[in-house]
């Protein structure tokens, strides 16, 4: 896929990868982008920069979702390219609140699911479209010192695998954005954590690999390409790769 002329949407897309992102698609020549994101004063700081449009969107509600679609396509036309890649990150394991996991859950995965619940059917009827995802790829491997992160982002890779597998036939092209560490909000705490040891990259390197991806139609954007190795790994033997997560849990965790 290319984003010349095309309508594009970017959720989280006031900071980190989500502007990277917008910057690039307006770059490529996106006929519009969309700019949405629960800060609305950075949202449209960024639409002013790059000539778009933006909305102030919690994307943890169905609702706030489905009129982001609708205003897209009634003010601008048909949306050919929704990305949804707005997320949280919250340290701990099973002993977070429930109202942590929640918010979470909410808007790691089910911000997915309402853009694909309002959306596809309306692809599917134009006869094709494409969503873009952000996972991490924690959703891939895991990642330590978070099972609330790396359960949910686990849950958005099964999602996007789904809708893949389901609306292929509708000519709905899915891909998954599944790096490891970059600079942004989330990582500033913690700049040499466990997601680092492949290297710290910026965003707009992650969108450089975003729009490679897109071009071919991949499923697994990986801006971290180590990650296909430790892929295959996991899937060769868990057991060793388990034992391998462990001591690298030791390493940076004590």
Not at 76 to 102: K, M, R, T, Y
Not at 127 to 133: A, K, V
Not at 218 to 236: D, M, S
């Amino acid at each position: 896929m290319r984003v010349k002329d095309q309508i594009v949407v970017v959720t989280g897309g006031a900071n980190g990868i989500g502007r990277a992102l917008c910057r690039r698609f307006a770059a490529d020549g996106a006929r519009r982008v969309v700019v949405a994101d629960r800060d609305g004063d950075g949202a449209a700081a960024v639409a002013r920069e790059i000539g778009g449009d933006s909305r102030r969107v919690d994307v943890a509600r169905d609702a706030e979702i489905a009129a982001l679609i609708e205003h897209t396509e009634t003010a601008h036309g048909p949306i050919a390219l929704f990305c949804s890649n707005a997320g949280i990150g919250i340290p701990g394991g099973a002993e977070v609140a429930d109202s942590e996991w929640q918010r979470i859950w909410e808007i790691n995965l089910m911000s997915h699911v309402y853009a694909a619940r309002h959306l596809v059917p309306r692809m599917a009827k134009r006869g094709g479209g494409y969503l873009l995802n952000t996972a991490s790829a924690a959703g891939l491997l895991s990642q330590i010192g978070s099972a609330p992160y790396a359960v949910t982002k686990h849950a958005a890779v099964a999602l996007a695998e789904w809708l893949a597998i389901t609306h292929g036939r509708d000519g709905i092209k899915v891909s998954v954005l599944c790096p490891q560490a970059v600079r942004t909000a989330m990582t500033a705490g913690n700049p040499d954590g466990v997601a680092s040891v492949d290297g710290m990259i910026e965003p707009e390197q992650v969108a450089e690999v975003v729009t490679q991806g897109l071009a071919d139609e991949r499923f697994l954007i990986l801006p971290h390409p180590e990650v296909a190795q430790y892929i295959q790994r996991k899937a060769g033997d868990y057991d060793r790769w388990l034992k391998g997560m462990q001591r690298l849990r030791e390493k940076y965790e004590g």
